[in-house]
């Protein structure tokens, strides 16, 4: 089982030669590491921020619950490892569509919304990642308000 070798991974101190990032794409680890980046940034990576990161993974990367945790725990690792996320957001941009690209900054706008409220540092973080990955400022807004108007929160900054 895929799992079972990511989670003696996660469990052990120091990677081995088999890695279960490699059990993974590149771009999904990439997707992941940015949604982990963007719950973590405000200092307080809540429940439910974890739980719709779990359930974005499980529905973009077809994974059970199981397997999409350990992508995110995977991910959450890598997060730590790399000083920049320009690794992450350059293997997207080389990787997905426009399309993609604007889906993957409404699913953060979505991690970032999960606890009640968009902080300024997620925004911050959000349209610094959006302009890395060229997806326009109107784009990044409308996706921002559908994404609000969806959960039904108010457009406050805190």
Known sequence: MLTTGIRSWLASSKESDESPQSAFSREDLAAAALMVECARVDRDHSEEEQGKIVAIIRERCSLDHETAECLVAVADRKNDEVWHDWLFTSTIKEA???????????????????????????????????????????????????????????????
């Not at 999960?114 to 300024?120: C, K, M, R, S, V």
């Open 96 to 158: 997905y569509d426009e399309t993609e690209r604007l889906k993957l900054i409404e699913h953060l706008w979505e991690i970032a919304a999960a606890d009640g409220a968009i902080h300024d540092f997620e925004e911050k973080l959000v349209e610094r990642i959006a302009r890395e990955l060229a997806v326009s400022d109107d784009a990044v807004s409308e996706s921002r308000a559908r994404v609000t108007d969806r959960m039904g929160l108010a457009e406050v900054h805190t």
